[in-house]
């Protein structure tokens, strides 16, 4: 006759063969990336731009009495040939901004890309509003593009005259598509460099040497080189038009990239778990439990008789008194003991104990634990 624990023992570790995928499910066709989604090509990249300008029009949702933004509204008209008390601007229905954008690599000027227009004084919106002229400047304080242009405000806020608000979304950032025009190129060296570099996004050396070998198969011996587990040089043709074909045609290449490295990522605060492949453990078997205790605090009071005649004088006869009663429990559970089947898949084991009625939060202190007893194969990382 089994016991209870031995027969629910025998119940989790069916449960975590059974679901273990088996030899012929894992046996599949490799799947196959193209070089375009897994590297960037070295040098070509995109650059920030960020701007401090105005927003007018506002319909009293603007900074109000701020010093920063009047001084930038006297300025502004200053520019204009007029003079202006700073004392006498309420910028109420305007609000000092910052603007930033993204400049793409190959920009050329003429082109437009989009602004995003955010405040940063008293405004509590910018629907409405429409951006003054404003110039965007790189990390060299250079002008590289020039915005201006009406708000697309996806938020909503709402003032009562008794001070209650109401917010939908986030009424102090907008959008401006195609908002600014690009008034400088970046010079890329793709154009000009005698070799151009394959960077991977996800460092790997065994994706490095196989996305060369691919390369050399398709292009010829010696076409690429893997410099690292990141970089692979190629040797690119000079001439502008036969570059960008080259480049197009790596692009397109496809290759079978090796597993990633055998992680478990946990997000410690929503029990969130993300398992890759190739993570197991080794044998191990895991108590764990909850002890609660509620303490609950009363207050009697003890009110005493009016008094008692004595002779001619009415004493009293006690106090009110107030005493405490503290009344204690304790629920300490059966501690749940999972037993781990050698070099099961931690998948499989993650489902069997969801299916016992574990939390999430049962299941990041089981894996931090397996991590600590070196059971557990696989880099842990907590966020």
Avoid at 141 to 148: G, M
Avoid at 373 to 378: E, F, T, V
Wanted: glycine fraction near 10%; hydrophobic fraction near 40%; charged fraction near 15%.
């Amino acid at each position: 006759m089994l016991s209870p624990l031995n027969k629910y023992l025998g119940a989790l570790v069916a449960l975590c063969i059974a679901v273990t995928p088996s030899l012929a499910q894992q046996t599949q066709p490799a799947q196959r990336d193209r070089v375009k989604d897994m590297t960037s090509i070295g040098g070509v990249r995109s650059n920030q731009l960020v701007g401090y300008g105005l927003v007018v029009g506002l319909n009293g949702s603007g900074d109000g009495n701020v010093g920063a933004t009047n001084q930038t509204i006297q300025s502004m008209l200053q520019r204009f040939g007029m003079t202006v008390d700073q004392s006498a601007i309420n910028a109420k229905n305007t609000a000092a901004v910052m603007v930033t954008a993204e400049l793409p690599p190959f920009a050329k000027p003429g082109q437009r890309i989009d602004v995003t227009v955010a405040a940063m004084g008293k405004a509590t919106s910018l629907r409405g509003g429409s951006l003054l002229i404003t110039q965007l400047v790189g990390s060299d304080n250079e002008t590289y593009a020039v915005a201006q242009g009406n708000l697309a405000v996806g938020g909503l806020g709402i003032t009562g005259n008794d001070g209650s608000k109401v917010a939908v979304n986030v009424p102090t950032v907008g959008r401006i598509p195609g908002g600014a025009t690009v008034e400088r190129m970046i010079t890329s060296p793709f154009e000009s460099a005698a070799s151009l570099m394959l960077n991977l996004n996800s460092p790997d050396f065994s994706n490095s040497k196989r996305l060369a070998e691919a390369i050399n198969k398709t292009f010829g011996a010696g076409t690429a080189v893997s410099i690292d587990g990141t970089t692979i040089k190629i040797a690119a043709p000079k001439e502008p038009d036969r570059r960008v074909a080259f480049m197009a045609a790596i692009e397109e290449l496809q290759i079978a990239p090796s597993l990633p490295p055998a992680r478990v990522i946990v997000n410690s605060r929503t029990g969130t778990i993300v398992i890759s492949e190739g993570v197991r453990v080794t044998p191990a078997a895991v108590s764990h439990g909850s002890l609660t205790v509620r303490i609950k605090e009363n207050q009697n009071v003890s009110q005493p008789d009016n008094g008692v005649n004595v002779g001619n004088n009415n004493q009293n006869a006690g106090q009110t008194a107030v005493t405490k009663d503290s009344q204690i429990s304790i629920d300490a559970p059966p501690a749940r003991t999972f037993l781990f089947a050698p070099d099961v898949q931690l998948s499989s084991i993650v489902d069997a104990v969801n299916a016992v009625g574990a939390s999430p939060s049962d299941i990041v202190a089981i894996l931090e634990a397996l991590k600590q007893a070196g059971a557990l194969h696989a880099e842990l990382v907590v966020i």
